[in-house]
């Protein structure tokens, strides 16, 4: 018994010393009292509110340990306070920096700004522009001319400067043309329209129906390449030929000045003959080309998901296919088409709007979209 009794106060004092030291939390009322003040650890539930009571009779004095059997169980008890300190410290260091995982795309939990998904965000609102108050032409500028304040192309503001920078691009448009000899619709179709763009020698020409029914083209046709300034002022080539021959009926060619006129008006064109005598006449016109993509996508559901993240307010969205034979084909989901001071000031500010997608959003000549 007396050695049991020895042990058992042994066991006591070691553990008394390794909580005093840190290494073991207070488990016993007597642990708690001797605590020093500065222990920031866990307590047992029971012990958080002790409240102490009267002094307990002088504990009796506490033999020393042996050197053998008692020697060992200090050491054990070092030990595993040791072992336990240190999961303590692995529980504390793994709690410090763990994320939260596994989060539904659709919550609204609060987070750094810019980070939170675009299901829980507000739709983007792209509200119309305003006509700027240093404008030329067109139905919504104040300061326009009395002879470009309605315009046949149906711009509404035409700008006074950076129409004719060199690397600004143009879509041509072509209408029907009409002859002369009142020839029927018929007869015209039974002919071919070829244009070339630039002064280059062996510009492609490209050829189509010289008349199609309005149903079929309402806003009459478009060059699936751009232009830019330098290529209008370089020239323009239109060719009247029998359908799917080289033969030359009557021929246009002239260099255009790209201003607040020819946006606004539209340039008129003759077609004459070797003698000079008119054939036919048509309308051409000097279209916007930029576009703002907002997003390109594989298929056209994937398209139709991301325009949710968007509240077009006077503007309207544009689904369209890229030709096949660029980047994989497939849809692109854009705004357009603008001139290019337009498209770059609506860039600037979609860019300026907190979403994942700005990453996407670019300015494109439209060159590889299937229609216009």
């Known amino acids: 018994m007396t050695d049991e009794k020895s042990n058992s106060e042994l066991d006591a004092l070691v553990a008394r010393s390794l909580v005093e030291r840190g290494e073991l939390i207070p488990t016993t009322v007597e642990e708690v009292l001797e605590t020093r003040a500065d222990y920031d650890g866990e307590l047992p539930r029971a012990l958080e509110r002790y409240e102490p009571k009267p002094e307990p009779p002088e504990a009796q004095p506490v033999k020393a340990a042996s050197r053998n059997g008692d020697a060992l169980r200090v050491l054990s008890y070092i030990g595993v306070g040791a072992a336990m300190a240190a999961a303590i410290a692995a529980f504390f260091v793994s709690r410090g920096d763990q994320q939260i995982q596994g ?3 659709g919550t609204t939990r609060a987070g750094p700004a810019g980070t939170m998904p675009v299901a829980s965000q507000s739709p983007v609102v792209i509200r119309k522009g305003s006509c700027e108050a240093s404008c030329c032409g067109g139905g919504e500028c104040a300061s326009a001319e009395t002879a470009y304040t309605s315009c046949p192309t149906e711009r509404t503001c035409i700008p006074c400067a950076g129409l004719d920078q060199a690397d600004r691009l143009y879509r041509v448009r072509l209408g029907n043309v009409a002859s002369a000899s009142g020839q029927t619709a018929a007869a ?3 002919l071919d329209l070829c244009v070339s763009v630039g002064s280059t020698p062996g510009s492609p020409w490209v050829c189509e129906p010289a008349y199609l029914p309005a149903a079929t083209r309402p806003r ?3 060059l699936a390449k751009a232009s830019s300034v330098d290529e209008l002022v370089g020239g323009v080539s239109m060719e009247l030929r029998p359908k799917g021959q080289n033969k030359v009926l009557a ?5 255009i000045k790209v201003g607040v006129g020819s946006l606004c008006k539209g340039v008129s064109v003759n ?3 070797e003698q000079h005598e008119q054939v036919g006449t048509l309308s051409m016109f000097l279209e916007r080309t930029y576009y703002v993509e907002l997003a390109r996508r594989p298929d056209r559901a994937a398209l139709d998901e991301v325009a949710t993240a968007f509240a077009f307010d006077g503007r309207t969205p544009r689904f369209m296919t890229v030709s096949s034979d660029v980047r994989g084909g497939g849809h692109v989901l ?4 603008f001139d290019k001071p337009e498209a770059e000031a609506l860039l600037r500010e979609l860019r300026g709007e907190p ?6 959003f670019r300015i494109d000549n439209g060159d590889d979209y299937d229609a216009h």
């Open 271 to 273: 077609l004459q003959n």
């Open 334 to 337: 854009a705004l357009g088409p």
């Open 355 to 360: 979403t994942a997608l700005g990453a996407g």
């Open 251 to 255: 021929a246009w060619r002239s260099g």
């Open 103 to 105: 989060e539904h795309l």
């Open 188 to 190: 015209l179709g039974q």
């Open 220 to 222: 009459g046709r478009f």
